[in-house]
């Protein structure tokens, strides 16, 4: 574990930010036109906005000068300064206990939660838990997000990551092709700065992707939303863990089984491999 001070990275646990945000249904149309959202009459004012469409609001939103080589808000601020050069979503955990009605006005609590090292095959890993919960202004509980973020160290350039083992297709497939212009967008409306996402140079030369990576939240939004309609249910939890990086040129295909009102899903890159695991419970 050289150079990471485990017991001063700790020293974060416990900080908390809070924001408040408008669910302003322009920018839920502007998602709907990223993801080919087929049900545009339901984005309306009053209506409940798409499972894990929140991401797209409470945007922090850094000078230039605030921000890191590799686009993120430069370390040490509300996470903790972890001395590894690549951070990556790694997954989460969402309950979703009441609708994100579009047009209202929301609260969010965020907390570090826990700061945690482990070894990887590519060396030091370590995993920073945030807690998210958004609240009505009156204080009802509306939904719950634990959320893992994984720093690691840099890949060799053009070493390409041994692909996680095939997988079965679901009884339920979709198969989409996500282009540059949808990483572009989905960058725009979260406000992400990470260069994997739109600048190929940087992602060869430096992070040593071969190609721009598919946002890992993008991913698990499409897998979130195809539960709720093949279950024809809506959502209250959700639990999701990346498993390999999905790349631009690559094929998704969104895979899900269904018992009772329970759901397991994976998205699969086009040489059948898992990029993404996840579990469903629908009311």
């Known amino acids: 574990m050289s ?11 416990g900080k908390s930010h809070c924001d408040e945000d408008l669910i302003a249904l322009r920018q839920a149309r502007l998602m709907a036109a990223t993801v080919d959202y087929p049900y545009l009459e339901r984005l309306r004012d009053g209506a409940g906005l798409p499972p894990l469409w929140h991401w797209i609001y409470f945007l922090e939103g850094l000078p230039a000068s605030e921000l890191g080589p590799d686009g993120h808000p430069a370390r040490g601020g509300f996470l903790p300064p972890v001395p590894l050069p690549n ?10 206990m009441a609708p994100l009605r579009i047009g209202s006005l929301v609260r969010k609590e965020s907390r570090i939660l826990s700061v945690d090292h482990k070894s990887g095959r590519s060396g030091d890993l370590v995993f920073v838990t945030v807690l998210h919960e958004l609240k009505a202004p009156d204080g009802e509980p509306l939904l719950r997000e ?3 973020i994984v720093y690691k160290g840099p890949r060799p350039p053009g070493h390409d990551a041994k692909s ?3 997988a079965s297709a679901g009884p339920f497939t979709r198969t989409l092709r996500p282009t540059s212009t949808t990483l572009f967008r989905y960058s725009a409306l979260t406000f992400n700065g990470h260069r994997i996402h739109y ?20 991913t698990a939004t499409l897998l979130a939303g195809y539960a709720e309609e093949v279950s024809r249910g809506r959502l209250v939890d959700f639990r999701y863990r990346g498993v390999s990086p999905a790349l631009l040129g690559d094929s998704l295909t969104l895979n899900a089984s269904v018992q009772d009102k329970r759901l397991a899903l994976h998205a699969t890159l086009g040489d059948g491999a898992v990029s993404m695991r996840a579990e469903a419970q629908v009311a």
């Open 3 to 13: 150079g990471i001070d485990l017991d001063y990275l700790r020293t974060w646990i």
């Open 164 to 166: 996680a083992a095939p």
């Open 199 to 218: 600048d190929a140079d940087y992602c060869r030369d430096v992070e040593g992707y071969p190609n721009l990576v598919i946002h890992g939240p993008l």
């Open 146 to 148: 634990e959320h893992d």
């Open 87 to 96: 951070r990556m979503w790694a997954g989460g955990r969402v309950s979703f």
